[in-house]
């Protein structure tokens, strides 16, 4: 399922966020690393500046985008769970959590967390596709069900499976040009 987190939404959490005092050129700098590959640098120096500013959102952010990039997921989702404990009118943590539930075949908690992230953003674009992705999945789920409970015999129903089959199949729209800063 081509479920979309928005690590470009790092510059509008630092504008949402209360004043911090985490040098702006430290997140720049771990941002750099990031966009260049070196991911296990970054994420050391994200965990120092966490250190020495626990609650700088930004870098506790980025922290999680980086944990999912290095495919340690359950890690990520600590990091986006205690973000949205901490900062609930946040969007971006709610979204980017839902896109780690809905890629481990959560979808009820990938829909709780879009819900969230919409109720504080209703112009979120990035959890607004991710919400029609995970209605999808679940309409793939109904449908399946349906299929099976029907024996294959329904015509419109095998080709209401297919037709979101290949909705499903598309490439993410663009998802690979957005970078993390």
């Known amino acids: 399922m081509p479920v979309r987190s928005r690590c470009g939404a790092l510059v509008l959490l630092a504008a949402c966020l209360l004043?911090?005092?985490?040098?702006?050129?430290?997140?720049?700098d771990i941002e750099k690393l990031h966009r260049s590959g070196e991911l296990q640098q970054a994420l050391q120096r994200a965990d120092a500046a966490i250190a020495a500013q626990p609650r700088a959102a930004q870098i506790r952010f980025l922290k999680g985008v980086l944990l999912t990039d290095l495919k340690r997921t359950a890690e990520a989702m600590e990091v986006f769970i205690a973000l949205s404990q901490d900062y609930p009118e946040l969007a971006d943590p709610y979204n980017n959590l839902a896109v780690l539930y809905a890629a481990d075949g959560q979808l009820q908690s990938a829909l709780a967390?879009?819900?969230?992230?919409?109720?504080?953003?209703?112009?979120?674009?990035?959890?607004?596709?991710?919400?029609?992705?995970?209605?999808?999945?679940l309409a793939l789920q109904a449908?399946?069900?349906?299929s099976a409970a029907a024996k294959g015999d329904d015509a419109l129903l095998r080709r209401k499976l297919q037709l979101a089959r290949e909705i499903q199949a598309l490439p993410p729209a663009a998802a690979s040009q957005r970078s993390p800063g």
């Open 19 to 28: 004043p911090c005092t985490l040098r702006a050129d430290e997140l720049q």
């Open 113 to 137: 967390a879009l819900q969230s992230a919409l109720r504080n953003d209703p112009t979120h674009r990035a959890a607004r596709e991710n919400l029609g992705d995970v209605y999808l999945a």
């Open 143 to 146: 449908w399946s069900a349906a």
